[in-house]
């Protein structure tokens, strides 16, 4: 099982040069700097503190580049997990105890799916569920900075987006003028430096214009009521501390476990979702279940120093691909790099203005938001549509570990149905023609079927799906041959249901005098067949490993 665990580290490190590590430290440091006011502003949103959100990007980060499955990936807070950690936050019953377990059962949940190889599953969830998924997040992240945003200085804000919305209609006449300048002034920063400076984030260029002119504006025009870190979080430190926790009853882990379940779900699906996209920019090949294991690991390790939840973050990793990283080295560099900012400049930090950062969060949930594939898919089929918009009016709307849980239940309806599609049933009652499908028994074509003898083949997996469809068809024909063989070669797997109805048939079909005889049965299908006992009662002789003996086994029932 361990064999499956192989970080990228330790594999480019046996061919590792000085240019490649050059490029890696400029690649890193960049990354780091691009990663500061995103950590600062995920924390803050997510209902912790500041340095909390620092402390996720260094340990976070660190752990997963040391361990992941990915040369590029770079990890730390996202967006995404805002509304779920929030809300554990915001719960008294829990607090950030209560999401300090949350994560670990989230970690052991991801190094669980990374053991059994589950990587290659997640990433294969449709992509209208993942689309719905991120752009519902989206809007619930830009609801919750309007208060910030416009400086309506609400005390407290209610958890559900409808009632936010109320709150905020309610509170409009409030709007502070300076505050949705500053908010503003630093998207319209955010958008427009890019133009000019390639290298430089448009968020920090933000943060360090507005936080000057805050500063100016609170000590020169003395205007007060502009709302910075600092008023809201007077204890800032600049230490990594280890934070111990009580041991949670039995109780209080099951009330976590449905928030846990949706941490792992998101943290598994934004993080391989990131490194495919990574391996198609820079031609590589990522390991999905160390990735799962690394940040399973990341995700036990950080609430031990009171960070919040790890995943693979997108737009850092395209930042760390575009400045020249190509191994796990930058993201241990850009972890370096976020300690040293941590420990020498988070001081200045209560100087920033949260108008600044509201406008921070509205950007990456514009681009969170995915809006032209929403649209693009919408259009598409009327299945897609469906499930895309489901799954975004119930993140939205609902709460976040429903729609996980609704999509991943659509996802699974979506595979049935599909393979349901792809999966047929055909009669051959005359000759059986051998000469399209390249498996020639005795350099014999064709085969000849005697009268009473029928030949059904299935072509897909036997589970419960195809084996109801099949059953249906067998009702449908409703003849009674002398002889049914059942052609199994393109079955690759039977699932319990399947097996009852092949069972099911069987046993009608002896009541009626009718033979069964299986044909094509691969190994993996002939071991349930053994196991369940049905081998015995179609008997072994009836089961055949290729068309031309179950034909030449059918034929000799016929007197």
């Known amino acids: 099982m361990l064999l499956n665990f192989k970080p990228k580290l330790f594999i480019t490190l046996k061919n590792y040069t000085k240019d490649k590590f050059i490029a890696d430290l400029m690649a890193g440091l960049i990354v780091g700097i691009v990663a500061l006011p995103l950590a600062i502003a995920f924390g803050i949103a997510s209902g912790v503190s500041p340095e909390q959100g620092l402390i996720t990007a260094i340990i976070g980060g660190f752990i997963v580049s040391f361990l992941g499955g990915s040369n590029v990936q770079i990890g730390g807070p996202t967006g995404a997990f805002i509304i779920v950690v929030f809300g554990i936050v915001a719960n008294p019953e829990l607090g950030i105890s209560g999401l300090a377990i949350a994560t670990i059962i989230a970690g052991i949940m991801l190094m669980l799916m990374g053991f059994l190889k589950l990587?290659?599953?997640?990433?294969?969830?449709?992509?209208?569920?993942?689309?719905?998924?991120?752009?519902?997040?989206?809007?619930?992240?830009?609801?919750?900075?309007?208060?910030?945003?416009?400086?309506?200085?609400?005390?407290?804000?209610?958890?559900?987006?409808?009632?936010?919305?109320?709150?905020?209609?309610?509170?409009?006449?409030?709007?502070?003028?300076?505050?949705?300048?500053?908010?503003?002034?630093?998207?319209?920063?955010?958008?427009?430096?890019?133009?000019?400076?390639?290298?430089?984030?448009?968020?920090?260029?933000?943060?360090?214009?507005?936080?000057?002119?805050?500063?100016?504006?609170k000590n020169y025009a003395n205007i007060s009521e502009i709302t910075t870190i600092g008023d809201k979080f007077p204890d800032l430190s600049a230490s990594i501390k280890f934070t111990g926790f009580e041991l949670p009853s039995m109780e209080k882990i099951n009330q976590l476990l449905p928030s846990a379940f949706t941490i792992a779900m998101l943290g598994g699906i934004e993080s391989l979702l990131s490194a495919t996209v990574a391996d198609g920019v820079v031609g590589d090949s990522h390991n999905s279940n160390t990735e799962l294991i690394a940040q399973g690991a990341a995700?036990?390790?950080?609430?031990?120093?009171?960070?919040?939840?790890?995943?693979?973050?997108?737009?850092?990793?395209?930042?760390?691909?575009?400045?020249?990283?190509?191994?796990?080295?930058?993201?241990?560099?850009?972890?370096?790099?976020?300690?040293?900012?941590?420990?020498?400049?988070?001081?200045?930090?209560?100087?920033?203005?949260?108008?600044?950062?509201?406008?921070?969060?509205?950007?990456?949930?514009?681009?969170?938001?995915?809006?032209?594939?929403?649209?693009?898919?919408?259009?598409?089929?009327?299945?897609?549509?469906?499930?895309?918009?489901?799954?975004?009016?119930?993140?939205?709307?609902?709460?976040?570990?429903?729609?996980?849980?609704?999509?991943?239940?659509?996802?699974?309806?979506?595979?049935?149905?599909?393979?349901?599609?792809?999966?047929?049933?055909?009669?051959?009652?005359?000759?059986?023609?051998?000469?399209?499908?390249?498996?020639?028994?005795?350099?014999?074509?064709?085969?000849?079927?005697?009268?009473?003898?029928?030949?059904?083949?299935?072509?897909?997996?036997?589970?419960?799906?195809?084996?109801?469809?099949?059953?249906?068809?067998?009702?449908?024909?409703?003849?009674?041959p002398k002889v049914r063989i059942i052609r199994m070669r393109k079955v690759p797997f039977m699932d319990s249901t399947g097996l009852r109805n092949l069972e099911i048939l069987y046993r009608l079909s002896k009541a009626e005098g009718i033979v069964i005889v299986l044909s094509g049965v691969n190994e993996r299908v002939r071991q349930m067949l053994v196991t369940s006992g049905l081998s015995k009662k179609i008997g072994e002789e009836n089961i055949c490993d290729h068309i031309s003996k179950a034909v030449e086994k059918g034929n000799s029932y016929i007197k």
């Not at 100087?351 to 032209?372: D, K």
Request: hydrophobic share 50%; net charge positive; charged share 15%.
């Open 119 to 217: 990587g290659t599953v997640i990433k294969f969830i449709p992509y209208p569920i993942i689309t719905g998924f991120t752009s519902g997040i989206a809007l619930i992240i830009f609801s919750t900075q309007i208060n910030d945003l416009l400086g309506l200085s609400i005390d407290k804000m209610p958890g559900d987006f409808i009632s936010k919305w109320e709150i905020y209609f309610k509170n409009m006449g409030n709007i502070n003028l300076v505050a949705a300048g500053l908010s503003f002034l630093s998207i319209l920063l955010i958008i427009i430096t890019p133009k000019f400076l390639k290298k430089i984030p448009g968020s920090l260029v933000a943060i360090l214009v507005v936080t000057v002119i805050t500063y100016l504006l």
């Open 299 to 480: 995700n036990i390790a950080v609430p031990f120093f009171g960070g919040i939840p790890v995943t693979g973050a997108i737009a850092r990793t395209m930042t760390n691909i575009n400045n020249g990283g190509r191994s796990p080295v930058a993201g241990i560099v850009h972890a370096v790099v976020l300690l040293l900012i941590m420990l020498f400049l988070v001081p200045l930090a209560k100087y920033i203005p949260m108008a600044c950062l509201a406008g921070v969060l509205v950007i990456v949930s514009y681009n969170m938001s995915e809006w032209r594939t929403f649209r693009s898919l919408v259009r598409n089929s009327k299945s897609d549509a469906t499930v895309l918009i489901t799954t975004f009016f119930v993140t939205t709307i609902f709460d976040l570990t429903i729609a996980i849980e609704i999509g991943l239940l659509l996802a699974m309806l979506l595979f049935m149905r599909r393979m349901i599609e792809v999966s047929n049933v055909s009669v051959t009652t005359d000759i059986l023609d051998l000469s399209q499908e390249k498996e020639i028994y005795r350099e014999e074509e064709k085969l000849a079927l005697k009268k009473g003898v029928e030949v059904y083949e299935i072509d897909g997996p036997f589970f419960f799906g195809i084996a109801n469809k099949f059953d249906a068809y067998m009702k449908v024909i409703g003849d009674k």
